[in-house]
């Protein structure tokens, strides 16, 4: 197979070929278009939170999104803080990771993967524990495709005088959030997944006051994130080189995200497609892990077929050769396999991923009716 493949994958996601076609050109990192650019990228991404009116910003940071996680982390916690991530997927385990490579005190509370994040007991833990600074969560766990409830964590975040960083990875883009209004601090997302851009930076919707507040706290020098955004105010530039190619696809992203009606328009084809997963694969006898009212449209996690000749690997490799590429599960408690419904992908794609699947599934002699006996 030549050509691009469809990614059914939590990211780097299927890109238009118009999003691949605006990377063809070399800027330079200081040049005035390129610099004007990035100027608009940073206020169109602070409209799409809903937070123009000055009192938040926008900060790129080059590196995948993960790298913006660790740079919020390791620069705006100050060495007296404390950090408490609520954590109940992988996503949330990197977040408590990064805190301790970087030697920031943290606290978990780990709740099962199948089921959101409780805020009462996020509640209870800051009432018993007043050193408890920085509260960390993942808004869309990508890891099964749950959502957590950060309007009602925001809000007891903020009533308890601590301050709220949301991973919101993979849904900022896809499912509208309300910033201000669920008080969220922090909120880190990446050009590769719902703006529909290319790897190669990651960026941070920050409050001003707080970002202001924590110059001199970095941990490191390429991800302080305060340093950064001094960066793209004084000069318009990056600090260090920037990845000019990804941002001229991202800026070509956002304008298609905006013929879609924005993030609403965005939203309503991710759930178009994921309904049509679902009716596909109820079809063919899987089961979703996650019960419906916990799913977001982004990702879904499926469970193995309860078949002795189901091999993942194979089922994988053969849906690959047809041109459809899957992902593997990330769940600890459960084999499952993972089917993204987000990026430059419409309903008649999942109709024909779903009838390469039946094919697959036919190849490897699993009468599909029998698929997902999983009781
Ligand atoms: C994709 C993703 C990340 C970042 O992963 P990278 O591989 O560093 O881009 C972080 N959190 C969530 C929830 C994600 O979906």
Redesign the pocket.
């Known amino acids: 197979m030549t050509g691009n493949k469809l990614l059914f994958t ?2 780097p996601l299927t890109t238009s070929d118009t999003v691949k076609q605006a990377m063809l050109r070399d800027l330079g990192s200081r040049d005035a278009e390129f610099l004007s650019v990035v100027r608009q990228i940073r206020r169109r991404l602070l409209e799409l939170g809903q937070v123009a009116d000055g009192s938040y910003e926008a900060v790129l940071m080059q590196g ?4 913006a ?1 660790e740079s919020v982390l390791s620069s705006v916690i100050p060495r007296s803080g404390r950090l408490l991530v609520a954590i109940n997927g992988a ?1 949330g385990h990197r977040m408590a990771k990064i805190a301790k490579v970087q030697g920031i005190p943290c606290q978990s509370i780990v709740f099962e993967e199948n089921s959101p994040v409780v805020v009462d007991r996020v509640r209870m833990a800051l009432l018993a524990d007043s050193t408890i600074t920085h509260v960390g969560v ?1 808004h ?3 890891s099964s495709g749950i959502l957590n409830p950060v309007a009602e964590m925001g809000q007891a975040v903020r009533e308890l005088g601590r301050i709220f960083i949301v ?1 919101a ?2 849904s900022f883009g896809g499912i509208p959030i309300d910033i201000a209004a669920n008080k969220i601090d922090f909120l880190i997302s ?1 050009a590769n ?1 719902c703006i529909q851009g290319v790897p190669g930076f990651a960026f941070v919707l920050a409050r001003r006051d707080l970002i202001e507040s924590s110059e001199g706290r970095a941990r490191g020098l390429s991800l302080d994130l305060h340093a950064q955004w001094k960066g793209l105010e004084s000069d318009g530039q990056f600090r260090f080189t920037p990845p000019t190619h990804a941002v001229l696809a991202f800026w070509q992203a956002l304008q298609e995200l905006d013929k879609e009606g924005g993030i609403k328009g965005r939203a309503a084809r991710y759930s178009a497609n994921r309904q049509a997963l679902m009716q596909g694969m109820t079809a063919l006898g899987f089961d979703a892990y996650l019960a419906p009212e916990h799913h977001s449209h982004i990702i879904t996690s499926f469970r193995f077929p309860a078949h002795g000749s189901f091999d993942f690997p194979a089922f994988y490799r053969r849906l690959s050769d047809l041109g459809f590429v899957i992902y593997p599960g990330k769940v600890s408690n459960a084999d499952c396999f993972r089917i993204g419904t987000i990026g430059h992908i419409f309903p008649q794609d999942i109709l024909a991923l779903v009838a390469a699947i039946r094919r697959v599934l036919d190849e490897m002699q699993i009468d599909s009716a029998h698929a997902a006996v999983y009781a």
């Open positions: 939590p990211g995948s999104g993960t790298f996680v996503y993942i869309c766990e990508t991973d990875m993979s990446s997944k």
